[in-house]
């Protein structure tokens, strides 16, 4: 595109030189002594074709247009050392044609370096504001993601729960808590552990997909069933859960079989904001666990 207008610049400039030296043939020379008095309309346009190569082809325009006046200029001026004395009007006319071509040639390197100036601290702010927005989106991704899992985090989980409470929307919470896991971190070490719960994590998350938000809080998740939830609901995904977090896992050469507790609460009926109903999830899931484990336990005031 660049390349294209560029050619068609060269063509208007090629078009104006021609037209201009016409013009200065029919003007000068070639004009008959009758016509004499149609000078200065002749002036004029060959001053609007200089203005025309400025403006369309910028430096090489002002050189083309200074070139082709002081070339008039200079031919006037030899004419008035012949004796001609009207050629002296044309001199001055060619001289005042050079410096207004070199006022807009000025005028308009000025407004194309500001328009330049411009642009480029444009893109300087969209570049900074797009850095901004990546660092924003950083921090977002480390205050509401746990970094060994990618699931989300309990702040996160909170904040979903508040604003659904506000809402006054129903919902299902499962707080899940592995059972004896502490034992696979004194058994075979951290790092094992670890790795365990980041597999675990991950099936968690295949079996969530988009249609539940889950949610790992240090070596225990967090299940949000949005929408009004019956107890059968509940059970039937718990029975789900049990399956996945019941097949075995090897890490590290150690063949782990684990089972987890489960702790339910339910909006609005167990609470109304994030802590009581997170708390409350905590208590079901200490019943679950001094119940014989591996169970799940509705939370009751009781």
Excluded: W
């Excluded at 609901?233 to 489960?262: C, H, K, W």
């Amino acid at each position: 595109m660049e390349e294209k207008n560029k050619t068609k610049h060269i063509i208007v400039m090629v078009i104006c030189i021609i037209l201009y030296l016409i013009m200065y043939l029919l003007m000068g020379p070639l004009l008959p002594d009758s016509l004499r008095n149609y000078v200065g309309i002749g002036s004029v346009i060959q001053i609007a074709i200089a203005t025309i190569l400025v403006v369309t082809n910028r430096k090489r325009g002002f050189i083309a247009g200074c070139a082709l006046n002081g070339f008039a200029a200079l031919m006037a001026l030899m004419g008035y050392l012949r004796g001609q004395v009207t050629a002296l009007q044309g001199v001055a006319i060619d001289i005042i044609a050079i410096l207004m071509l070199y006022v807009i040639y000025y005028f308009l390197e000025r407004s194309e370096n500001q328009r330049a100036e411009l642009s480029r601290q444009y893109e300087q702010i969209m570049d900074a504001n797009r850095l901004m927005q990546e660092k924003d989106e950083a921090l977002r991704t480390l205050a509401y993601h746990d970094r060994q899992s990618g699931l989300y985090n309990i702040h996160y989980m909170r904040e979903q729960i508040e604003q659904l409470s506000q809402k006054q929307t129903p919902f299902a919470l499962i707080y899940i808590d592995m059972d004896n896991f502490k034992g696979i971190n004194d058994t075979f070490g951290p790092k094992t552990g670890d790795a365990a719960m980041k597999i675990y994590a991950e099936r968690l998350s295949g079996y969530c997909g988009n249609r539940y938000l889950c949610a790992r809080t240090s070596d225990e998740f967090c299940i949000l069933m949005n929408g009004e939830q019956t107890e059968a609901d509940v059970l039937n995904m718990i029975e789900q859960l049990r399956r996945l977090f019941g097949e075995p896992v090897s890490v590290q050469g150690a063949n782990l079989a684990m089972t987890a507790s489960y702790g339910i609460v339910v909006h609005p009926r167990d609470g109304k904001t994030a802590d009581t109903l997170l708390d409350s999830a905590i208590m079901a899931v200490y019943n679950a666990k001094a119940n014989g484990k591996d169970r799940p336990c509705f939370f009751s005031q009781a």
